[in-house]
């Protein structure tokens, strides 16, 4: 008897309570690998390469993390990913990601989008 493989997401964001909202809300549908610390995010992503990773907006304007060498990396760039901002509207210059983008967002349709990602990215 085979077993369902669970698509794997990886979820950056260096606000607990966010982490452990989006964590509580999608443990029981996907293999969830959340990441507290933007330092050791790329070589995180190297070990699991999930099919989705979600980030919240902070983190871009974070002075410790580079959201342009991170999407660049050859093993991440292909990844989808979505952007959520728990915190508020989402900074200005993120227009060119709006795509990505999910603000303001519930849980339902924080699960939507990430259906959609992930049913998109295993099409390719």
């Not at 982490?19 to 995180?44: G, N, Q, R």
């Not at 390469?49 to 660049?72: K, M, V, W």
């Amino acid at each position: 008897m085979s077993e369902q493989t669970r698509d794997k997401i990886v979820i950056i964001d260096n606000n607990f309570d966010n982490l452990d909202m989006v964590c509580c809300a999608l443990f029981d549908v996907y293999d969830l690998y959340p990441i507290s610390d933007d330092f050791t995010s790329t070589a995180y992503l190297e070990v699991f390469l999930p099919d989705l990773i979600i980030l919240n907006t902070d983190l871009i304007y974070s002075e410790n993390f580079s959201f342009a060498q991170f999407r660049s990396h050859p093993l991440i760039k292909n990844i989808p990913f979505l952007l959520i901002t728990p915190s508020g509207p989402p900074p200005e210059g993120l227009q060119s990601l709006s795509s990505q983008l999910l603000y303001p967002y519930t849980l339902d349709s924080l699960q939507q989008a990430i259906k959609t990602k992930i049913i998109h990215y295993k099409k390719e």
